[in-house]
């Protein structure tokens, strides 16, 4: 009798490729990874680590379990309000609007903005398909409209696709009495906040200007 062990995994099967080119594939679903950098990852944890293969999975699974977003701010949590949605140390009154988790973590570890944030959880990208209605735009009105806040620091990259999401953002709230405000010198076109040093967001934030 064939152990349960022995049996491939349904999806595997359902696509048709044996379980390493199964995990080739996996891979490549990571941002910047090819076909040749996907073998060579899943080679080295089949050849060299499945401890740490194990691992991987354990926390990966871990994740999708456990991790949700912030019915507030909409960032990665564990808990239906985050840490930094629930601080009485945070000005509820100062919004910060960024592309993605990785953006907010950015600025929280330069520390130069106090209040509180809300994640779009993208950018707008119309060669990629991603119009307004597949970010968080709505939830973004909702609780500009039904919190006290008194303005809000546009935070999106300096890229074509940021200054998009940015204009876009700014024509939304234009119906709110709200201060709006852009990052200003600092984030150079074509910068990312992700990759930016922490003086250069610091200066940004310091002098964000009025938008029009």
Same mark, same amino acid.
């Given at each position: 009798? &064939?152990?349960?062990?022995?049996?491939?995994?349904?999806?595997?099967?359902?696509?048709?490729?044996?379980?390493?080119?199964?995990?080739?594939?996996?891979?490549?679903?990571?941002?910047?990874?090819?076909?040749?950098?996907?073998?060579?990852?899943?080679?080295?944890?089949?050849?060299? !680590?499945?401890?740490?293969?194990?691992?991987?999975?354990?926390?990966?699974?871990?994740?999708? !379990?456990?991790?949700? &977003?912030?019915?507030?701010?909409?960032?990665?949590?564990?808990?239906?309000?985050?840490?930094?949605?629930?601080?009485?140390?945070?000005?509820?009154?100062?919004?910060?609007?960024?592309?993605?988790?990785?953006?907010?973590?950015?600025?929280?570890?330069?520390?130069?903005?106090?209040?509180?944030?809300?994640?779009?959880?993208?950018?707008?990208?119309?060669?990629?398909?991603?119009?307004?209605?597949?970010?968080?735009?709505?939830?973004?009105?909702?609780?500009?409209?039904?919190?006290?806040?008194?303005?809000?620091?546009?935070?999106?990259?300096?890229?074509?696709?940021?200054?998009?999401?940015? !204009?876009?953002?700014?024509?939304?709230?234009?119906?709110?009495?709200?201060?709006?405000?852009?990052?200003?010198?600092?984030?150079?076109?074509?910068?990312?906040?992700?990759?930016?040093?922490?003086? &250069?967001?610091?200066?940004?934030?310091?002098?964000?200007?009025?938008?029009?």
């Amino acid at each position: 009798m &064939t152990s349960s062990s022995s049996k491939p995994n349904s999806a595997v099967a359902s696509l048709g490729l044996s379980a390493i080119d199964a995990l080739k594939e996996s891979l490549r679903v990571l941002p910047g990874v090819g076909p040749k950098n996907a073998q060579r990852m899943a080679f080295h944890l089949m050849e060299r !680590d499945r401890q740490g293969a194990r691992a991987i999975a354990d926390a990966l699974n871990n994740a999708l !379990d456990r991790v949700i &977003t912030c019915q507030r701010c909409n960032n990665f949590s564990e808990t239906p309000l985050c840490s930094i949605c629930s601080s009485s140390k945070r000005d509820s009154g100062l919004l910060c609007v960024v592309e993605t988790p990785a953006d907010l973590q950015a600025l929280e570890q330069v520390g130069a903005h106090q209040g509180l944030y809300f994640v779009l959880m993208g950018r707008l990208s119309p060669l990629e398909g991603v119009g307004p209605e597949k970010l968080a735009f709505k939830r973004l009105a909702h609780l500009v409209q039904t919190n006290e806040i008194r303005e809000v620091v546009i935070a999106t990259n300096i890229t074509p696709e940021g200054e998009a999401t940015a !204009d876009y953002t700014q024509q939304l709230l234009g119906e709110y009495e709200v201060s709006v405000s852009r990052l200003a010198r600092g984030v150079p076109v074509g910068g990312e906040l992700e990759y930016m040093d922490q003086s &250069t967001l610091a200066a940004a934030f310091k002098d964000r200007r009025k938008a029009d």
